[in-house]
């Protein structure tokens, strides 16, 4: 960014052979939040003459747990009736009773996104999804630390009594004060886990659940990011199940006007001072933040910290007639924003399943220049991707990714049941192994020859939580089941193949460790929690010969407690696979799809 005279920019600047393009700076949100409000409800206006309701009845729903939602807000009121609003205790009311607000830019987050680019623009945008607001938490009436289960396994069954035959998406940016847990289950997050997989682990009853990793508090410049390193993911964000959002920023930009000479705390593309990570737990547990979204940054000012509004995203105030855009942030208004992504991806594909939405999510993600520092993903040791991985889960979720293929950059996806074990005699063992035969196109990858591609693979699948209530000292004690994958080895025949992943699911030691498959991530550090994401780079002609990829149980407390009966259980996942070519011209879409005729519909 230049601050300069139009005399120093037209002698200089424009006769640089450096020089690509020019533009206006767009206005970061402490403009929005400095406006009289009267100027400022001219922009809200602005904005919701060019939104267009696009929700019906049956709508995708984003089911907030909070603090409450003013509902009057004008970028509110045509997304939040009043029939869609409920709370734990009537005696609450419905309104947003947090001294500066949470419910209400929760929602903002969730219907807008960011407001400082959208408000800015002039393109008109469509909103596809409704919210729904039951009131989790008062200020002057706290939980019991022991109830918190509780009471979100009521918030949720009042909004599927108000709503229930939608499909809903689930967000909670309300965690306890600190992680002690340091990944174990509590009574919280196993509630949490149970509403996801659903009461019975039908079909209809799974929720896309995202919940927030909880807020790191930095004071000093010079506490981050140790603090951050230190500060475990808050309860119920270690939740198997849920798409726990940590937070990162692209944002730098600080009026010198006000605050000269400061500079930003962190650098663009690098950890928010506000995210919480996994760092401090033990190796068996999830792999948490899953994803980070953007949630602002903090600036260095005369050797003190400071926060401005620049630094922050923008959404709508609570005391909508006076503050009728507020600023806002951290891990909740990260978690805002990708339930928005959940809710815009289900509006778009109804038919995908919950753990397909945050499977796809993920698949999506990748990380910074800044995360991985500015070197290639393939050149970190496996000490520093365990730690990239726990800091900022799988990165920065591309939802135009997500939503579609490139002709370069083709997805697959399966959603498949499997029973994972059998009674056999008196003794419960693994059972199904699917073999997914993949309709690469062999001819265009032996093409291509030493050209490198990469193969991205995603499972993800929903666990239910041990009924029991002690202490877990392992993962397979606490989880149903465990899916992991594998994939064949160049030149490895169908049979052998088989052969291997029956010999790998039985020795439980194995951690899937075979050579040669050559993922950068790897299944010792990847094969936590109930997802599991991998790359594999190599020759495209290599690709051509990798065309089965397995999928096959492993442990769970439905194999270990034979008396609860869960050993006939079917459990539904979802496969996520993904070849990339760096070549725009190579066309990898139009073979697959002739090869597997699917019906493109108008």
Not at 2 to 23: G, N, P, Q
Not at 178 to 188: E, L
Request: with cysteine; aromatic share 8%; charged share 20%.
């Amino acid at each position: 960014m230049v601050r300069t005279t139009a005399r120093i920019l037209s002698t200089t600047i424009l006769y640089s052979d450096k020089l690509a393009e020019l533009r206006k700076p767009k206005e970061a949100a402490d403009f929005f939040t400095g406006l009289e409000s009267e100027d400022a409800n001219d922009w809200v206006q602005d904005l919701k003459n060019r939104t267009i309701n696009r929700t019906t009845d049956d709508s995708v729903i984003v089911c907030i747990l909070d603090t409450g939602v003013n509902r009057g807000h004008p970028l509110l009121e045509d997304f939040l009736s009043e029939d869609n609003m409920d709370s734990i205790k009537s005696e609450w009311g419905t309104a947003d009773t947090h001294s500066h607000g949470h419910g209400t830019p929760m929602a903002g987050s969730i219907l807008y996104g960011d407001l400082t680019d959208i408000i800015q623009n002039t393109s008109n945008i469509e909103i596809f999804h409704r919210l729904e607001s039951v009131k989790l938490i008062h200020p002057n009436n706290p939980h019991q630390p022991e109830l918190y289960g509780a009471v979100t396994e009521e918030a949720v069954a009042r909004a599927i009594i108000m709503n229930p035959l939608n499909k809903r998406i689930i967000t909670m940016a309300i965690t306890a004060t600190d992680g002690r847990d340091r990944g174990k289950p509590s009574s919280w997050s196993s509630a949490v886990d149970k509403i996801a997989f659903g009461e019975e682990g039908t079909s209809n009853d799974k929720s896309t659940f995202c919940v927030s990793g909880g807020n790191t508090v930095i004071n000093y410049a010079a506490e981050y990011p140790s603090k951050n390193f230190e500060e475990s993911i808050h309860d119920p964000g270690q939740a198997f199940n849920t798409l726990t959002i940590g937070a990162y920023t692209l944002k730098t930009v600080i009026d010198q006007n006000i605050f000269r000479g400061a500079t930003p705390l962190v650098n663009a593309g690098g950890m928010s001072p506000s995210n919480s990570t996994s760092l401090s737990w033990d190796n068996s547990w999830a792999i948490k933040p899953e994803l980070v979204m953007e949630g602002g940054n903090y600036g260095i000012h005369n050797n003190g910290l400071i926060d401005p509004d620049s630094l922050r995203l923008l959404s709508i105030g609570k005391n909508f007639r006076t503050e009728p855009l507020y600023s806002f942030g951290d891990t909740s208004g990260a978690t805002g924003m990708a339930s928005r992504y959940a809710a815009l991806l289900t509006s778009q594909y109804p038919t995908l399943w919950p753990e397909t939405i945050k499977g796809l999510l993920v698949h999506s993600a990748n990380w910074t220049p800044e995360m991985l520092g500015n070197r290639n993903i393939n050149e970190l040791p496996k000490t520093e991707l365990k730690e990239l991985l726990r800091i900022y889960g799988y990165g920065v979720p591309a939802f135009q990714k997500a939503v579609r293929s490139a002709n370069n950059s083709l997805t697959l996806i399966a959603q498949e049941s499997l029973t994972p074990y059998r009674l056999d005699g008196s003794t419960v063992k693994t059972n199904d192994m699917h073999l997914h035969e993949l309709p690469w196109p062999a001819e265009v990858l032996t093409g291509l020859f030493d050209n490198e591609v990469s193969l991205t693979i995603t499972l993800c699948y929903f666990i239910e939580p041990n009924p029991g209530n002690k202490q877990y000292t392992q993962s397979y004690y606490y989880q149903s089941h465990g899916l992991r994958f594998k994939m064949i080895d160049a030149g490895e025949s169908f049979e052998n193949f088989r052969e291997r992943v029956n010999r790998e699911a039985r020795d439980e030691d194995s951690n899937g460790s075979y050579p040669g498959e050559s993922w950068i991530i790897g299944a010792q550090i990847r094969d936590k929690g109930s997802i599991h994401k991998d790359i594999w780079k190599g020759s495209a002609a290599e690709l051509a010969t990798r065309n089965v990829i397995a999928i096959n149980p492993v442990n769970g407390w439905w194999k270990t407690r034979k008396k609860l009966e869960r050993y006939n259980n079917a459990v539904r996942y979802s496969l996520i696979i993904s070849i990339d070519s760096p070549d725009n011209n190579i066309d990898l879409y139009t073979p697959v799809l002739n090869q597997i005729d699917i019906s493109i519909q108008p």
